[in-house]
């Protein structure tokens, strides 16, 4: 029965017809096994019937005879869109790549944390780049001093400095690193958090 189902499902979304992030999520919940809420099941049962009929699971159903059109509007009158995984991980993860984190984080109505995560992302690229940057150039100059005043019996600059510079640098840039991975995950854990309250309450969580 899941298997039919789930067929049905693919067939609703390739027709276009109704809500395709709310039926991604559907399809993804049966690949894996999982039973349906009940108001998912009716949701589903009732696309069936209306534009599947050959197809129609329970056609004992009086609501399944008459399309089932209440039905929907009575579990979800707002019409509340799920959140697609995929699309989250699109923005967690390609975007990211780019220095914008916490877009995924936005895409899910969670702005402000995102905006957090998005600023904290670049002030550490930028400031572990130039610091990395600034402590080469520092020992780069150490050693070229080193070869003009040794040879004078001068001292040359200490490169305990640049060293200092440029480990606040890595330790910045592994900072961001750390970041990137976390925010993914997040999301990815807000993506199924939204979706399984929408599907419950039939309202966003936030």
């Known amino acids: 029965m899941s298997d039919d189902l789930a067929t049905s499902v693919q067939k609703l979304m390739d027709m276009g017809k109704g809500d395709i992030p709310r039926l991604q999520y559907i399809l993804e919940t049966l690949k894996e096994g999982k039973s349906l809420f009940s108001s998912d099941k009716k949701y589903v049962e009732d696309l069936i019937s209306k534009y599947i009929p050959q197809e129609k699971p329970q056609p004992k159903s009086e609501n399944s005879e008459k399309g089932g059109e209440d039905i929907p509007k009575k579990l979800f009158p707002e019409r509340v869109e799920y959140k697609s995984e995929s699309?989250?991980?699109?923005?967690?993860?390609?975007?990211?790549?780019?220095?914008?984190?916490?877009?995924?984080?936005?895409?899910?109505?969670?702005?402000?944390?995102?905006?957090?995560?998005?600023?904290?992302?670049?002030?550490?690229?930028?400031?572990?780049?130039?610091?990395?940057?600034?402590?080469?150039?520092?020992?780069?100059?150490?050693?070229?001093?080193?070869?003009?005043?040794?040879?004078?019996?001068?001292?040359?600059?200490?490169?305990?400095?640049?060293?200092?510079?440029?480990?606040?640098?890595?330790?910045?840039?592994?900072?961001?690193?750390?970041?990137?991975?976390?925010?993914?995950?997040?999301?990815?854990?807000?993506?199924?958090?939204?979706?399984?309250?929408?599907?419950?309450?039939?309202?966003?969580?936030?």
């Not at 390609?94 to 002030?123: A, W």
């Not at 040794?150 to 900072?175: M, V």
Request: proline share 2%.
């Open 87 to 206: 699309i989250t991980l699109i923005f967690a993860i390609i975007v990211s790549l780019f220095g914008f984190m916490g877009v995924g984080h936005m895409y899910l109505g969670k702005v402000k944390k995102g905006i957090v995560i998005l600023v904290l992302g670049l002030v550490k690229s930028v400031a572990g780049i130039l610091l990395l940057i600034g402590g080469l150039a520092f020992l780069g100059q150490n050693s070229v001093s080193s070869k003009v005043y040794e040879p004078l019996g001068s001292s040359h600059i200490d490169p305990t400095t640049g060293i200092i510079i440029l480990a606040i640098g890595i330790g910045l840039l592994i900072g961001v690193i750390v970041l990137f991975f976390w925010q993914i995950l997040d999301a990815r854990k807000l993506c199924r958090k939204y979706n399984e309250y929408v599907t419950e309450h039939g309202k966003r969580p936030w």
